[in-house]
């Protein structure tokens, strides 16, 4: 069964630390990949896609993804990280033609010090 | 802006009751999806949608069903609630984007209680 992965479940970082949380997924075909932010008390909001062309993604506030079809990833990077940034990320994968199917990785929680 | 709008956004029920969380998008969006969130384990999706009466099962159906009725109106059912059930759970919607899902969209969450 196709899956994402993403193996930092609780990152702490120091304002201005630079970030990348890993994902990965299990699918040999084309897939779409999204990355979403979840802040306290919020809705999921969409940070990042890749659908195709250009595999170095860039997203709102900063953040980009770079999507290595070899390895299988689409890691998120942002070079400083603000406090406000403190959030859960997921990353998800639509696979291309199984009916908008859309699955998500276990989340990474992130947690910025002042 | 897209809206996605569940019902409820806390919901108390006892064990053995039949529960209702209503999902309905404004955007005449194809694909509609209903997950659970839990601590360490993310979202895991439960039942999706591409067409009005169409369903396929996600990674945890098992307890739940899915009616489909019109367009814009995805509702998830737990036929007998158990206290396993208890759990966030999220709509989504999104379009048919080249040959799979297009950006989703999500609901506030209902935070469902099973005593």
């Known amino acids: 069964a196709q899956s994402v992965s993403q193996h930092n479940h609780h990152v702490i970082l120091s304002e201005a630390a630079s970030l990348e949380l890993g994902c990965n997924y299990s699918?040999?075909?084309?897939?779409?990949l999204f990355w979403y932010v979840q802040y306290p008390g919020q809705h999921l909001q969409l940070l990042l896609k890749y659908f195709s062309g250009d595999p170095l993604v860039k997203g709102i506030k900063g953040f980009e993804a770079e999507f290595i079809k070899s390895k299988f990833s689409f890691n998120l990077r942002k070079p400083s990280v603000q406090w406000s940034d403190t959030a859960e990320y997921f990353c998800?994968?639509?696979?291309?033609?199984?009916?908008?199917?859309?699955?998500f990785g276990q989340g990474t929680e992130l947690s910025v010090k002042p | 802006d897209v809206k996605v709008t569940q019902s409820s956004r806390y919901l108390v029920k006892r064990t053995g009751e039949k529960v209702f969380l209503e999902c309905v998008q404004d955007?005449?969006?194809?694909?509609m999806f209903w997950y659970r969130q839990d601590p360490g384990l993310g979202l895991r999706l439960i039942y999706f949608?591409?067409?009005?009466?169409?369903?396929e099962k996600g990674d945890i159906p098992e307890g739940y069903s899915v009616s489909r009725e019109k367009k814009e109106r995805f509702s998830l059912i737990l036929e007998s609630a158990s206290t396993n059930q208890t759990s966030m759970y999220l709509c989504a919607s999104s379009l048919v984007g080249q040959g799979g899902s297009a950006e989703a969209f999500f609901g506030q969450g209902t935070r469902l209680t099973v005593v």
């Open positions: 699918y040999g075909g084309t897939v779409n």
């Open positions: 949608s591409y067409d009005v009466k169409m369903k």
């Open positions: 998800a994968a639509a696979i291309y033609n199984q009916g908008g199917k859309l699955i």
């Open positions: 955007m005449d969006h194809e694909n």
